[in-house]
């Protein structure tokens, strides 16, 4: 009796990872930092300029996919969507709190040169190299990689210069079972990890 009791456990726990999601689910991706920085308006200026960021992924629809154990794909959306403005209205944020003011701004060729036609003590833009999670059922588990990769774009008006800083985290983790909750914290912790550790030195 026990016997038949542990398979069957067995057979619904395999059930449940292999078939559990199914379509497209949206990720509320959010910066949400550990860390205060009380130096931040001193380091970049008052007054913050946004330049459109660019997502320059090959596939700009979804930001990862999951794999049960039958081979069907399951994928997640950015929400906001798409994804640069989920990063940009999540930055904007953060520096308000900071106290920083952040305008958006058309565009901007990235040159130190056209820094002097900028009104705003510094720009900001960012390209989206990568922003991927991939998970894959097992029968008793599930390997999530993400990989996370951007390219951030700090032009300061006063001193005339643009840093260029490439900032990245690839973080893998193996799980029971894979949930859209899950994947979610997953990423929205690879966006603290960077953007804390980039805005504790931006330059």
């Given at each position: 009796?026990k016997?038949?009791?542990?398979?069957t456990?067995?057979?619904?726990?395999?059930?449940?990872?292999?078939?559990?999601?199914?379509?497209?689910?949206?990720?509320?991706?959010?910066?949400?930092?550990?860390?205060?920085?009380?130096?931040?308006?001193?380091?970049?200026?008052?007054?913050?300029?946004?330049?459109p960021?660019?997502?320059?992924?090959p596939?700009?629809?979804?930001?990862?996919?999951?794999?049960?154990?039958h081979?069907?794909s399951?994928?997640?959306?950015?929400?906001?969507?798409?994804?640069?403005?989920?990063?940009?209205?999540?930055?904007?944020?953060?520096?308000?709190?900071?106290?920083?003011?952040?305008?958006?701004?058309?565009?901007?060729d990235?040159?130190?040169?056209?820094?002097?036609?900028?009104?705003?003590?510094?720009?900001?833009?960012?390209?989206i190299?990568?922003?991927?999670?991939?998970?894959?059922?097992?029968?008793?588990?599930?390997?999530?990689?993400?990989?996370?990769?951007?390219?951030?774009?700090?032009?300061?008006?006063?001193?005339?210069?643009?840093?260029?800083?490439?900032?990245?985290?690839?973080?893998?983790?193996?799980?029971?079972?894979?949930?859209?909750?899950?994947?979610?914290?997953?990423?929205?912790?690879?966006?603290?990890?960077?953007?804390?550790s980039?805005f504790?030195?931006?330059?």
């Amino acid at each position: 009796m026990k016997s038949i009791r542990f398979l069957t456990l067995i057979f619904l726990g395999i059930f449940a990872f292999g078939c559990a999601m199914a379509g497209t689910y949206s990720l509320s991706l959010r910066y949400q930092p550990l860390k205060e920085f009380s130096s931040l308006q001193t380091k970049i200026g008052p007054t913050l300029a946004m330049a459109p960021f660019k997502d320059e992924r090959p596939d700009t629809l979804y930001v990862g996919v999951h794999t049960n154990l039958h081979g069907d794909s399951n994928y997640f959306k950015s929400y906001p969507f798409p994804l640069e403005k989920a990063i940009k209205e999540s930055l904007s944020d953060v520096l308000f709190r900071n106290g920083v003011k952040v305008i958006s701004i058309p565009n901007w060729d990235g040159n130190p040169e056209s820094l002097k036609d900028i009104d705003a003590d510094s720009v900001l833009m960012i390209e989206i190299k990568r922003f991927w999670t991939e998970g894959k059922a097992s029968p008793f588990r599930t390997n999530i990689k993400t990989t996370v990769q951007l390219v951030v774009h700090l032009g300061m008006r006063k001193e005339g210069k643009v840093y260029t800083r490439n900032v990245g985290v690839e973080k893998e983790v193996t799980a029971a079972r894979s949930t859209p909750q899950r994947v979610e914290m997953i990423m929205n912790q690879i966006l603290t990890d960077i953007f804390d550790s980039y805005f504790s030195n931006p330059y």
